[in-house]
């Protein structure tokens, strides 16, 4: 069992940042992506960012250029920088840590939310 926790959200207004952190416990031999998903009142979840353990990234249109994934493969963990924010970043944020040691394992956190205000 891999044990997933987000932290890092609030408030902010438009055009401020925030850092959101994510750290994986428990079984994480075999870690693989690790990423960030939200979800907007009344909206499906979707992809924010994403990053392989290779290092590769993969981001959302809508933040390209603003938002930045960064991983630690040391402490299990990664992160999110998120800069000039926008009224329509407002969502809850899901840290995703997936595993491939016994077959391509999802392990979500309980999410943290993030308001940014006009």
């Known amino acids: 069992q891999v044990y997933v926790m987000e932290s890092g959200g609030g408030l902010v207004q438009a055009g401020g940042s925030l850092t959101l952190s994510c750290a994986a416990s428990?079984?994480?031999?075999?870690?693989?992506?690790m990423g960030w998903y939200r979800q907007a009142p009344g909206k499906q979840r979707e992809l924010v960012a994403r990053v392989s353990d290779g290092s590769g990234t993969d981001y959302a249109d809508s933040v390209k250029g603003r938002f930045t994934i960064s991983r630690d493969n040391g402490k299990k963990s990664v992160y999110l920088q998120m800069n000039s924010l926008k009224p329509e970043d407002t969502a809850v944020y899901y840290c995703l840590v997936q595993t491939i040691q016994r077959g391509l394992t999802d392990y979500w956190g309980q999410g943290t939310q993030v308001t940014v205000s006009s």
């Open positions: 428990g079984d994480t031999i075999g870690i693989y992506t």
